[in-house]
């Protein structure tokens, strides 16, 4: 007789859909869909991090691609932990709208490693695809200038990535009190143990060789900065993780 399959753990995504994303006095973003951007964080971080010079906040509609970026560092959801840690219990997180993190130095060096992505958007970034803007999404663009040759050195994009988190976190913290049966989709995903089954192992390569060519885990919130850890900081070793802890955002590129 077959053994029974052990249920180790259980995440609930629920996706909030906005439909309107317009400059405000404040970042705020409501159950129904609307979503307000500020730039009134900026001066404080330019003020508190060494190493940038100054940001940018542009708010992307639908289609509007036809435009100058600088190179991509990052593509980020706005999601949240309601209930639990990374890869159980429940996550609230956006359907609509993106962050899209981008770097260059004062002197106009662009913060890459081995390619650029600066250029027109619309040719550097592929939409519809995992992990990226729909043809219908908004994108909000966090737009990083970084002190001269900072852009290749370890702090500066670190810094960058740090000050875009707290930006996002104040949505977050919004998105935690949503009543979850007002979201629009939910899906359920299951840890599964199947006794006398093959058991099945993923290996992801990621970065870890220095400057910004980093990647960061465990932080405390999906997709996040805050509490993560660095791969080259814990050696550059394996690290396993659960499917939902992957599905939930554990894992946060730095490039």
Not at 41 to 50: G, H, I, K
Not at 127 to 141: M, Q, V
Not at 144 to 172: K, S, W
Request: glycine letters at 10%; aromatic letters at 6%.
């Amino acid at each position: 007789m077959a053994e029974k399959e052990i249920d180790l753990r259980r995440l609930v995504i629920k996706a909030f859909h906005m439909t309107d994303v317009e400059f405000g006095e404040h970042n705020d973003i409501t159950v129904d869909g609307h979503m307000t951007v500020s730039k009134e964080m900026l001066d404080d971080f330019v003020a508190r991090e060494e190493h940038i010079e100054k940001i940018d906040i542009q708010i992307i509609k639908p289609g509007d691609h036809d435009r100058w970026t600088n190179t991509i560092m990052d593509i980020i959801p706005i999601s949240t932990k309601v209930l639990g840690k990374l890869g159980e219990g429940i996550t609230h997180t956006v359907t609509g709208v993106y962050v899209m993190l981008t770097g260059v130095d004062v002197n106009g060096k662009q913060c890459h490693e081995f390619g650029s992505s600066e250029g027109n958007l619309k040719d550097q970034l592929y939409l519809n695809r995992a992990g990226t803007p729909g043809d219908d999404d908004y994108i909000i663009s966090f737009d990083v200038t970084l002190a001269a040759g900072m852009g290749q050195e370890r702090p500066g994009p670190t810094a960058a990535h740090r000050v875009c988190d707290e930006f996002i976190q104040t949505y977050r913290e919004k998105l935690k009190k949503f009543k979850g049966e007002k979201c629009t989709e939910r899906h359920e995903y299951h840890d599964v143990v199947r006794p006398g089954k093959k058991r099945v192992l993923i290996v992801r390569q990621v970065a870890g060789q220095g400057a910004m060519y980093d990647t960061h885990l465990f932080s405390n919130e999906p997709s996040g900065v805050e509490g993560g850890r660095s791969i080259i900081d814990m050696g550059n070793m394996p690290i396993l993780i659960t499917p939902n802890e992957y599905r939930d955002g554990i894992i946060r590129s730095m490039q």
